[in-house]
């Protein structure tokens, strides 16, 4: 425990001459035109915190503030009779966490369960059963998170159920995996299983900041992920029972494959261990945290044809280095509070490489990239069974074929990461673990570039920087491995070793926004992507345990969330001459029902 944690520092992004600055500008569709994803939505009815938001701009000494999330030490205690939370901090503790987490944001695969201070010393008890727990279990915990996991789902994991058969036997083949997928909860490809455990770093991760900011720095989470871990909840699996009838895990719910992956225990901490943080640093942190999106589109590189005009146009701006450093600092600081090894050697373990178009090779490396990948795609799309591709319409194949669009890699700075199976044996690291370490280093070196993006933002601008974080190329390639021969894209950077691509980042300056229609799949079911899930409300993955019973988080007496978190900011995107998107600033909680304490 106490890994060395080093300061991430702020790095300005210089924007570019006022006459190459563009923003998204996006506006409803005139009376008769067909509406497009650069148009505004006509309106959104939708239970999620999120919306429709834009980013806010922070000063350099706000920024300071917000990057020391990205170095938090663990709580050495709580202090005793602590303030019970509001339910209003609750709601922006989840919204911050497991609703909008980076990468889990489409992903319907979490379930918070939060107990309160009765319950929470009950789980305590239980909690310092565990062996192999990377922090001590508090006492005087105001209210605990037990966070379950299942496997890795989505209309996109039904497609790599065709794929892979060989042709005739392949009617029995499919029918075999489904069954396997349904009841043994196995993986088309391995890359799919380790999307679950980057998704719970990640959380993990994010619970620590989110409960920072959801307190004005008030309270802090003492976050346990390695007990529940692969070869560590084995070992554990006693004791884990135990904490999974306190929450009333249903034979059903185990069935469906739901496991504890996360506990975090919440408690107030003394002065001189809270962050130095005001509340407006807060409210403006919490609604960026709800602007963040992925950004795919890098203006005139790999942009539509459709696109409006400030898109089709290279602008003079680049990532700066020094901000890749900073990204690389904030990654190595969750890897090592995440195992406990030495800072150096985390470096040697989480195997990086670098594509940057800006310098010898970089675009003839990323182009060996696109070819593989758009290679493997042919072979999917070749090689689906016609029986389950016809019927559809070739929907499957369609969809397939969107992975040339989807996994497109643009940006200045590309990094595509791993890690060697064999290095993390011998540093004697359990793989799943290591895995969800390496999730918690993705996301808080995105979110380096992300804030970064932010700072002394022009008005005129939509953003300075942000970030894609993907996994699609990484699956395509597994897909590449696990049925066609491919070798894995990390293999030609490091030569000797046997290395599991996990992630890629693509850093990208610009001051754009990426289409309404990209966030508008995840908001909107009319509009809903073929391969994503809708973004969730609290009453669909939060729940309070109250009176020994699991009670869903703002759904009560018939009505259910439409408040967007951190609305007191008002970053909600309008069109140009200020006209807001019917529902999109969505309707406070009540007032006496957000100021209550749920236990």
Avoid at 300 to 328: I, S
């Amino acid at each position: 425990m106490g890994a060395e944690q080093k300061i991430v520092e702020v790095v300005k992004i210089s924007p570019p001459p006022v006459e190459q600055r563009v923003m998204r500008n996006a506006d409803f569709p005139s009376e008769g035109a067909k509406k497009g994803r650069y148009d505004l939505p006509a309106s959104i009815d939708s239970p999620s915190p999120v919306g429709f938001r834009t980013r806010v701009s922070m000063t350099a000494e706000e920024a300071e503030v917000g990057l020391r999330l990205l170095s938090l030490e663990r709580p050495k205690a709580f202090v005793k009779d602590a303030a019970p939370p509001t339910e209003q901090q609750l709601f922006e503790e989840v919204s911050l966490g497991v609703l909008t987490a980076r990468q889990s944001t489409n992903y319907k695969g979490h379930r918070d369960l939060i107990l309160g201070p009765a319950d929470s010393r009950l789980a305590a008890d239980i909690l310092r059963q565990l062996q192999d727990a990377e922090a001590p279990v508090l006492d005087h915990a105001t209210h605990t998170h037990i966070i379950l996991s299942r496997p890795y789902r989505t209309p996109f994991t039904m497609l790599l159920t065709f794929i892979g058969h060989k042709p005739v036997v392949s009617l029995a083949t499919v029918a075999i995996r489904g069954l396997r997928k349904k009841f043994q909860h196995i993986d088309d490809i391995p890359t799919i299983g380790y999307l679950q455990q980057l998704h719970i770093g990640i959380l993990a991760d994010q619970i620590e900041r989110a409960t920072v900011v959801a307190s004005g720095g008030r309270q802090k989470a003492q976050v346990l992920m390695r007990p529940f871990s692969g070869e560590h909840a084995k070992k554990n699996r006693d004791v884990i029972r135990k904490l999974e009838e306190l929450i009333g895990l249903s034979a059903e719910d185990r069935a469906a494959g739901w496991r504890v992956a996360i506990a975090a225990q919440i408690g107030e901490v003394k002065a001189a261990e809270r962050l130095k943080i005001s509340h407006e640093t807060c409210r403006k942190l919490g609604a960026n945290m709800m602007a963040f999106r992925s950004e795919r589109i890098q203006p005139g590189v790999n942009q539509e044809e459709k696109a409006p005009a400030q898109y089709q146009t290279r602008q003079d701006m680049d990532v700066p280095d020094e901000l890749t450093v900073m990204a690389g600092r904030a990654g190595y600081n969750a890897f090592v509070h995440w195992t406990d090894v030495d800072r150096e050697f985390a470096k040697e373990l989480l195997m990086l490489e670098r594509i940057d178009v800006m310098t010898p090779n970089g675009k003839e490396r990323l182009r060996d990239v696109r070819d593989h990948l758009n290679a493997v795609t042919d072979k999917v799309v070749k090689n689906l069974p016609l029986w389950a591709d016809l019927p559809t319409g070739r929907a499957f194949s369609r969809n397939a074929a969107r992975g040339k669009k989807a996994f497109a890699l643009a940006g200045q700075r590309i990094y595509m990461g791993g890690l060697d199976r064999a290095a993390i044996d011998r540093a004697k690291i359990d793989w799943t673990h290591a895995v969800r370490a390496f999730g918690a280093a993705s996301a808080r070196g995105a979110l380096v570039a992300e804030l970064m993006g932010v700072v002394d933002l022009p008005d005129d601008c939509d953003l300075l920087a942000g970030i894609c974080l993907m996994a699609g190329p990484v699956n395509q390639n597994d897909i590449g491995k696990e049925f066609y021969g491919e070798k894995d894209l990390l293999a030609s950077a490091f030569p000797g070793k046997n290395p599991t691509s996990l992630l890629f980042w693509t850093l990208k300056a610009k001051t754009i926004a990426d289409p309404i229609g990209n966030e508008e799949q995840l908001m909107n079911a009319a509009q809903k992507g073929a391969l994503v899930d809708l973004r969730p409300g609290p009453h669909e993955v939060a729940f309070l345990r109250r009176d020994g019973r699991m009670e869903p988080m703002r759904k009560r007496d018939g009505r259910i969330n439409a408040e967007r978190a951190f609305a007191d900011v008002d970053n909600f995107v309008t069109s140009p001459d200020g006209r807001e998107i019917p529902g999109n600033r969505g309707s406070a909680w009540p007032e006496a029902w957000r100021n209550e304490v749920p236990w």
